[in-house]
């Protein structure tokens, strides 16, 4: 599907943003790949060779200590691409691994990067990206410090849901203790309450949210601003082109 002169043909936010010509030379290159569940995509450190642009699967990005203690520090999904540092420099400074597995799109971080260089919208619509990355970067670790493990919960099944776009959402409570760094017992009281006032339905490793609304509402204040700023790093590149369009001579 194409709307103007943007290809809406991908689930993923970014790809979809790219004009036809961009989305033309990119899509000659990308190849669709399906990623378990606790794949591991990079180690701290290592070269990045691919980049995946998430459909509906969901990717963490985790720093982690000496002793192996690891905790979320920003995740990905359908919004964005996995790897941003193999185009910026070429190695991951984070751990991605992928928490709910699901569909992407794979590209080698060198033919990326050559259009990265090449064309400013590619540049601009990476960029923007980054930008966005680096306010979900900040507000994480505000929020791990400062927010209730009620509020982090909220936060983090809601943009659990907007990334892979879906209500059901392959969790359990163990691995949500391990990616907000809180106890278990911690994790279990706030799905007992949600549950309790019809937010969510927990069963069997699954968290389906019933009552977006109220989760919004109990969420902190990181949620809307992280949405934000990954809403305006697609507007951002998508204004500058209805402008060029609107100078084009009829």
């Given at each position: ?77 359908n ?20 928490h ?69 959402i ?9 990616i907000?760094g ?31 609304v ?27 082109l ?9």
């Amino acid at each position: 599907m194409v709307i103007g002169n943007i290809h809406m043909g991908y689930r993923n936010l970014l790809l979809n943003a790219l004009p036809l010509k961009e989305s033309h030379t990119i899509m000659a290159h990308l190849r669709p790949v399906r990623l378990p569940k606790d794949l591991v995509l990079y180690e701290s450190g290592q070269r990045v060779q691919q980049v995946y642009f998430p459909e509906d699967a969901l990717i963490s990005y985790l720093s982690g200590t000496a002793e192996g203690e690891s905790i979320e520090v920003c995740v990905v999904g359908n919004e964005g691409l996995v790897g941003l540092t193999g185009l910026l420099s070429d190695r991951t400074a984070f751990r991605a691994c992928v928490h709910i597995e699901g569909n992407a799109y794979a590209i080698g971080s060198d033919v990326l990067r050559k259009e990265f260089g090449r064309s400013d919208v590619v540049n601009r619509l990476v960029l923007h990206y980054a930008t966005a990355l680096l306010v979900q970067l900040a507000q994480t670790a505000v929020c791990n410090k400062f927010h209730s493990v009620r509020e982090r919960v909220a936060r983090w099944l809601l943009m659990a849901q907007d990334r892979i776009a879906y209500s059901n959402i392959p969790v359990t409570q163990d691995s949500l203790a391990r990616i907000l760094g809180s106890r278990r017992a911690s994790i279990s009281n706030v799905a007992g309450e949600f549950q309790k006032r019809g937010m969510i339905r927990y069963h069997r490793g699954v968290i389906s949210i019933l009552n977006r609304v109220a989760l919004e509402a109990a969420a902190c204040e990181c949620y809307p601003t992280v949405l934000a700023a990954h809403q305006n790093s697609v507007t951002a590149i998508r204004i500058p082109l209805q402008q060029t369009r609107d100078l084009e001579p009829l």
